[in-house]
């Protein structure tokens, strides 16, 4: 049974960093789409970032461009979401994602598109 297991998430004061990473285990996602995803008390979830299989496609949330940077490690079948000069309007459960389309070249940013999701981790901003 694949799982997707988030960790990393805290609290941290507005402008600190912190590094989320996703761990997947019960099969290999080393040749799909991995993204991060967000949802805030009373909000929906959005949309934070997504690297395709070979790493050769990325994108970001507006919101998050030039703060955040995805990566990942097929090897370690891990995603990583590398999170600086944070701000109180980050504060969210963090989510990680996958999608099951092998070797797609491109990135979506649609949850509904990704069919495997971890439990979430807390990331809390104070001002």
């Known amino acids: 049974q694949a799982q997707l297991e988030e960790s990393g998430g805290g609290l941290v004061q507005a402008g600190g960093s912190l590094r989320l990473s996703c761990a997947a285990s019960?099969?290999?996602?080393?040749?799909?789409?991995m993204a991060w995803f967000r949802q805030a008390p009373g909000k929906e979830r959005e949309f934070v970032a997504a690297i395709s299989w070979s790493g050769g496609t990325i994108k970001y949330a507006d919101s998050v461009k030039g703060r955040f940077t995805i990566s990942r490690e097929n090897a370690k079948n891990t995603v990583y979401l590398q999170m600086n000069s944070l701000k109180p309007e980050d504060t969210a459960v963090y989510y990680c994602?996958?999608?099951?389309?092998?070797?797609?070249?491109?990135?979506?940013?649609?949850?509904?598109?990704?069919?495997?999701w971890g439990q979430g981790t807390q990331v809390t901003v104070s001002s």
């Open positions: 994602a996958a999608r099951d389309a092998p070797l797609e070249t491109i990135v979506v940013h649609t949850p509904t598109r990704y069919g495997y």
């Open positions: 019960g099969r290999t996602f080393s040749s799909s789409a």
